[in-house]
């Protein structure tokens, strides 16, 4: 399998409720993003990891918690998460930081009740 | 920070005509622009990009165009198919950045 895979595409679960979202890659790309799709706004940056270490924390809060055990996957840890956190994650990845493109997941959609 | 302005936010046009959508930057230092294609149920998808040393790149029916001086930068699509209809995304990044600025998106309908 090719390209940049997440799972699940769609997650409900309530506000005490602990869930992880996965992000897998096989392009060989060293940086991963997670990045937060709402509905009339710019997409957000959440977190930037380059060669398995963090190098961006975009003021997220602490209810998100990134893991990043390889080059290759991603998580995304979520507990007692708000309604307004409802939303598309998209994971994406690149060859490096900066000035290259990004190849996107389909994105886990989010809903929180 | 940069700040990516992004117009219009919807397009409709006919089977066959061109569209073009502009985006303009604020930060001087910014040298890559890519441009996204985001279909229902999908992530944005690379489809053409443009660093600051070249003013124009075309590809196929798609172009895209960069004005340094004024800031600003632009997608151009000629004869628009029913499939081209998507939300479509501009962003702003530079070299050594972690991050890439991007657009608030525009909505394209083309009517067959």
């Known amino acids: 399998e090719t390209g940049v895979t997440q799972t699940p595409r769609h997650l409900v679960m309530g506000m005490t409720n602990k869930k992880s979202l996965k992000c897998e890659q096989h392009?060989?790309?060293?940086?991963m993003y997670w990045y937060k799709q709402s509905a009339k706004k710019p997409l957000e940056l959440m977190f930037v990891?380059?060669?398995?270490?963090?190098?961006e924390n975009n003021s997220v809060p602490s209810r998100f918690s990134p893991e990043c055990p390889n080059s290759s996957h991603l998580f995304l840890h979520l507990h007692t998460l708000q309604p307004e956190d409802s939303a598309l994650y998209l994971c994406?990845?690149?060859?490096?930081?900066?000035?290259?493109?990004?190849?996107f997941g389909s994105g886990t959609r989010l809903t929180v009740v | 920070g940069e700040n990516v302005e992004q117009h219009p936010s919807t397009l409709s046009v006919q089977e066959g005509d061109s569209a073009v959508i502009k985006c303009t930057y604020s930060d001087s230092a910014s040298n890559y622009f890519p441009w996204y294609k985001q279909e229902l149920g999908k992530g944005p998808q690379l489809i053409i990009d443009?660093?600051?040393?070249?003013g124009e790149k075309k590809d196929q029916r798609i172009a895209v165009t960069l004005n340094k001086t004024a800031k600003h930068f632009s997608l151009h699509i000629t004869e628009t198919q029913p499939e081209d209809s998507a939300v479509y995304f501009c962003a702003a990044s530079q070299t050594g950045a972690n991050n890439l600025f991007f657009g608030t998106g525009t909505r394209l309908t083309v009517i067959p």
């Open positions: 392009l060989g790309h060293n940086a």
């Open positions: 990891y380059s060669l398995e270490e963090r190098v």
């Open positions: 443009i660093r600051s040393n070249v």
């Open positions: 994406a990845s690149s060859q490096g930081t900066g000035d290259y493109g990004y190849t």
